[in-house]
């Protein structure tokens, strides 16, 4: 291997002491992939982090995304550092957040040209939901079957998962319904001969189950966390359509598929529709949190949310925070990392498209860009999804071979940082079909 270079067992003595140690104090619960890691993060270069033992991964997970720039970009470094000479805190207009709110009104889907920040990607979609209630002065809210969105209380109710058992009440007025995931439809429909069943069963669930008075269906353009999941081509378009329908607002939620990431600056623009709300969070602050929302004026200034202090934070916006996404999304723009996005990310999934074809237990490969997903299935030609037992195993088996890697469960989820090169995800990939390979021998016998 060139670039990874593990000279350890995984995780490594100096590793696995500082993890032990932590994990006297620090609650359970921390990042899946990190427990089951057991290293300890020292440092990263570029594409690279390395460990407290001296190990070099190539970084397919930046965390979940969000190292855009990869580690220690020179740009993104030299800005914060002046910055944090300067001033770091505070809710004051500085310079950077000046050149940040223009530069997003440049790259803007359509008219959506007003920003407003936060620390949170949960926080930001609750504003964006403050936001729908303030300018539609409805209260219901629809998201989808497998959606992800945060772990705050205001937005469980919109995770279409089991991930919000035993944490209700939930809030009233939230309704989640099937997303246009095609291979796992919920309808046993083919796409298009379905006629859009899916969009259909929303009118039927606002119709049964609603009070009528929904201020926005909220949808991510590729669900992340659902394992890279991309829906039916024109599903935005119909979610648009039917927003209109309604009265309802559009909000996409851009978190993970936001400046770049799916080889065009927003996922929605796949579709050429404009929503009414986008978030944004993740690697629009090159792994500083910094969050936030993108709307029209009529919608944004719309109160209560426009009322003074209405859609504030104590952290959100503040002089550091506004120049780690200024430096971030201007070195995206400077260094065509958006178009570095697509051409990678067609050539890691032609690649994972034939790797499919070589190994019985990859059942499918999408994304876009540099998101991708792979779901592992029981064998050939099933849709019956890999036991955790064996993706924990694919998981340590590139972990072993310096790759990082989300998977943690039968849908991998590969998120380089943008600035990833052909030879780099080459390797990457090697790395994963040496796992698959292992794996499946392993089910073999
Ligand atoms: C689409 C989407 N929205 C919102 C969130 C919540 O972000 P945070 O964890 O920063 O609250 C996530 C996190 O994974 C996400 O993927």
């Known amino acids: 291997m060139k670039f990874a270079k593990v000279k350890t067992d995984i995780p490594g003595p100096k590793s696995l002491a500082l993890f032990n140690?932590?994990?006297n104090y620090i609650a359970p619960g921390i990042q899946t992939i990190a427990t089951r890691s057991k290293i300890a993060i020292e440092r990263g270069e570029g594409n690279f982090v390395y460990d407290v033992d001296g190990n070099r991964y190539i970084d397919f997970f930046v965390g979940v995304g969000v190292a855009s720039l990869g580690y220690n970009h020179p740009v993104?470094?030299?800005?914060?550092?002046e910055q944090i000479d300067h001033i770091h805190v505070g809710s004051f207009t500085s310079e950077n957040r000046v050149k940040l709110t223009k530069l997003l009104s440049e790259i803007a889907i359509g008219d959506l040209k007003w920003s407003q920040f936060y620390s949170g990607g949960a926080e930001a979609v609750e504003a964006a939901l403050r936001m729908a209630k303030s300018?539609?002065?409805?209260t219901e809210f629809i998201g989808f079957w497998n959606g992800f969105h945060g772990k705050t209380v205001g937005v469980l109710g919109l995770l279409g998962?089991?991930?919000k058992f035993n944490l209700g009440p939930l809030p009233a007025g939230i309704y989640t319904t099937p997303y246009a995931d095609c291979r796992h439809c919920e309808f046993k429909q083919t796409f298009p001969g379905c006629n859009w069943e899916c969009v259909d069963h929303i009118k039927k669930k606002i119709r049964y189950e609603t009070t009528n008075n929904i201020a926005a269906i909220i949808v991510e353009p590729i669900q992340g966390t659902a394992g890279n999941v991309v829906p039916a081509p024109g599903f935005l378009k119909e979610l648009r359509k039917l927003a209109d329908e309604i009265g309802a607002l559009l909000i996409c939620d851009e978190m993970i598929t936001g400046f770049g990431r799916t080889g065009k600056m927003f996922g929605t623009q796949h579709e050429?529709?404009?929503?009414?709300?986008i978030t944004i969070g993740k690697g629009f602050g090159g792994g500083f949190p910094m969050t936030g929302v993108m709307s029209r004026k009529e919608i944004i200034f719309a109160k209560p949310f426009g009322n003074p202090s209405g859609s504030s934070s104590s952290y959100g916006g503040n002089p550091l925070a506004s120049t780690a996404a200024y430096a971030t999304v201007k070195t995206i723009v400077?260094?065509?990392l958006v178009e570095n996005s697509a051409t990678v990310g067609a050539f890691m999934l032609e690649k994972f498209n034939k790797m499919k074809q070589r190994i019985p237990i990859i059942g499918d490969v999408r994304g876009k860009g540099l998101m991708i997903g792979i779901e592992l299935v029981k064998g050939k030609d099933s849709k019956e999804k890999l036991d955790k037992k064996y993706t924990e195993m694919v998981f340590q088996e590139c972990l072993k071979r310096g790759l990082i890697v989300m998977g943690y469960n039968a849908d991998i989820r590969v998120y380089p940082p943008l600035i990833v090169t052909k030879e780099i995800a080459e390797e990457g990939i090697q790395i994963m079909e040496e796992a698959f390979t292992y794996v499946a021998e392993q089910i073999k016998n």
């Open 21 to 23: 140690e932590e994990q």
């Open 76 to 81: 993104y470094t030299k800005m914060m550092k």
């Open 135 to 138: 300018y539609t002065k409805k």
């Open 161 to 163: 998962d089991n991930f």
């Open 272 to 277: 050429d529709i404009v929503p009414d709300i």
């Open 334 to 336: 400077e260094e065509g």
